[in-house]
């Protein structure tokens, strides 16, 4: 039997008892008045995440995936359009051009950050192409000039998913701000985490706000009158109280993942397992906030329950890339199409970076890889693959 974990991969509980009381009494007025949806509650939190993410409007929708359902609707992207991507994400970036009739297009990934190639993306580019959604993934951004260079030329949109990566920066401007529409999710488990699903959408165009405002309540223009055809994408808005009183808490919170980020990778290079058997990540834009901090192992099929014995949660992201889901045969991708992203899945695993560890969790996340890789014979005989 294995002990308990006791450092788990994310602890909501921790950071619910800090600020329960501010929570408490964010959502007593709102009990009160029995006023649930939209309202002075959603259109407070819509101005103070414009600001914090920087730009002119930000419209809240009911979860990440129906941001970017909502921001390829407001597009006008539908059958037989073509929409490029990474293979190596959260099923939902293909899966909304799916459920739209358009056809994802994967381009592969940077294998240092994981974010999607800007040099792979040009030559998927045809004359049925509409956009472009770059995913800054695991809390930082995409290489979005030459992305946003090349949607430029081409007459493409570019749409951000940015559900990993709020308050991340790239050249002094935040996610969400750098394309055409910016996707957030605030799923619990996100750096900035409703208590349930929730997400928003941004932009600096006027009239896209306008349509995708619209388009979250079945495209009304008034009451039962209906210009397009939408969706019921509305935030609640107890989750928009919640999240008001989240975000002024985001920047030390992402300092806290930040200062802890640091932490693991000193203690591995301290300890002579980077570059060994552990490859960690790579700040390479202003700002990463460490939604999760991945790193690339050796033999992680056997690393992984001997972590979870000695009580140290971990985790692994997309396990398969998007072109070899069962879902997406029909696009005719093979395994070795997009090696980048079918290494990545291969070797990564994500340890605990909530802000609220402490130095000893820390310690014990290392010392419990220390402890595989000396038992197991590797510290020094190999290397991260």
């Known amino acids: 039997m294995t002990s308990p974990t006791n450092v788990p991969i994310l602890d909501l ?3 619910y008892d800090e600020i329960a009381d501010e929570i408490q009494e964010a959502l007593e007025p709102m009990l009160r008045s029995q006023a649930f949806i939209l309202g002075p509650e959603v259109d407070k939190f ?11 409007h930000a419209i ?23 929409v490029i991507t990474s293979p190596y994400s959260f099923f939902a970036t293909a899966g909304v051009i799916a459920r739209l009739g358009a056809t994802p297009v994967f381009a592969d990934i940077d294998p240092v950050t994981f974010n999607i190639d800007p040099q792979q993306i040009e030559d998927r580019i045809t004359e049925r192409t509409r956009a472009i959604i770059p995913v800054h993934l695991y809390g930082q951004c995409s290489d979005m000039e030459p992305i946003n260079d090349i949607a430029r030329r081409h007459g493409l949109a570019v749409i951000e998913d940015a559900a990993q990566s709020i308050g991340a ?6 996610a969400g701000s750098l394309g055409t529409i910016g996707c957030f999710s605030f799923f619990p488990s996100k750096n900035l985490g409703a208590f349930g699903d929730a997400g928003a959408v941004t932009t600096n165009d006027p009239e896209i706000a306008e ?3 619209s388009m979250r309540v079945h495209g009304q223009s008034g009451t039962y009158y209906h210009q397009y055809v939408g969706g019921n994408f509305r935030i609640d808005a107890i989750q928009a109280a919640i999240l008001r009183v989240k975000l002024r808490h985001l920047d030390r919170w992402t300092l806290g993942r930040q200062k802890n980020a640091a ?17 960690t990540p790579r700040v390479v834009t202003d700002r990463h906030v460490f939604n999760q901090f991945i790193v690339r ?13 000695l009580g140290v949660g971990v985790r692994v992201y997309y396990p398969l890339p998007l072109h070899l889901q069962p879902c997406f045969a029909h ?38 890889m220390i402890n595989y890789y000396r038992s197991s014979g590797h510290l020094a005989t190999r290397r991260a693959a």
């Open 263 to 279: 932490f693991y990778s000193q203690a591995f290079h301290d300890r002579s397992l980077a570059g060994q058997v552990l490859i």
């Open 169 to 174: 920066e790239y050249q002094g401007r935040r």
């Open 331 to 368: 696009l005719g991708y093979q395994k070795g199409d997009f090696p980048e992203s079918e290494l990545a899945a291969q070797c990564t695993v994500a340890l605990p970076i909530y802000p609220e560890l402490t130095i000893g969790q820390q310690q014990k996340v290392v010392d419990s």
């Open 297 to 309: 192992v050796l033999e992680r099929d056997t690393l992984m329950p001997h972590m979870e014995a």
């Open 60 to 82: 809240g929708v009911s979860s990440g995936t129906d941001a970017l359902l909502l921001a390829l609707m407001a597009l006008d992207v539908g059958p037989g359009h073509e």
């Open 13 to 15: 509980r921790r950071q």
């Open 211 to 213: 349509k995708m405002r």
């Open 46 to 56: 819509e101005a103070e995440l414009a600001e914090y993410a920087q730009c002119e």
